[in-house]
Structure formats: C-alpha cells, structure tokens
C-alpha cells in the first residue's frame, strides 16, 4: 500500500489546514489509517487515527482542534487541523495497518511539513 501526504503549508497561529492522505488501495480494506507528527528534535508521535469501524483517537495536545475522516470513494483519510498554534509545527505523515497473508502489514506516506508561525 502507497500511501501520499499532501496539504501541509505555512499558517498563522490560529488558523487552519486541511492534509490529505491518498492510498493506493481501498481505504476500507486498512484497519486503521492514522496521522503522526514529528517535530525538530523530538520523537514521532500519534495525532489522531480512524479504524475501520470509524472508531477515532485523539492525541490529548490536538483533542477538539483536530477532526481526522476518511471519504471511502476517493481512498483518503483528512486531517482538519484548526486552532493551530506554534507547537503543531511538524512533519506530519500518514500511516496504514493492515492485515494479509504476511501478517501485520504497515506502510508510511513521505511526510508534510506543517509551520504555524506564532
């Protein structure tokens, strides 16, 4: 499964974007696709996932300022970021779990870079 990032930009503290991540495969098919960010000199960490059954989480840093859905026709899973601030400033990636013949099968987008500019 390929998976592309897009959406990622520069935006003054309170304001807002929409990322988008593309699969190359049914989104129904993964169970569970989710959002994680890295920034400069830290660990990558969970935002915000959807599984299969539409059952989301929410890191505690972005719980009533993130919304994360996925659009089955079009094969992509958004991540509405509103409310930024300075500290969302990262690189965010798309990440997809599934299950095959192979077992647990996991697969990252390439990143998109998120400046919020206080």
């Known amino acids: 499964v390929q998976l592309q990032a897009s959406g990622g930009g520069l935006v003054q503290a309170g304001g807002s974007l929409r990322l988008s991540c593309e699969a190359s495969t049914s989104i129904g098919s993964l169970n569970v696709v989710g959002w994680y960010r890295q920034a400069p000199g830290k660990e990558r960490e969970l935002v915000a996932r959807i599984f299969s059954s539409r059952i989301t989480n929410y890191a505690d840093a972005v719980k009533g300022r993130f919304t994360i859905s996925r659009d089955i026709s079009k094969n992509s899973v958004y991540l509405q970021m509103n409310s930024l601030k300075s500290e969302d400033t990262a690189v965010y990636y798309c990440?997809?779990?599934?299950?095959?013949?192979?077992?647990?099968?996991?697969?990252w987008g390439q990143g998109t870079l998120v400046t919020v500019s206080s």
């Open positions: 990440n997809a779990v599934w299950f095959g013949v192979e077992g647990r099968m996991n697969s």
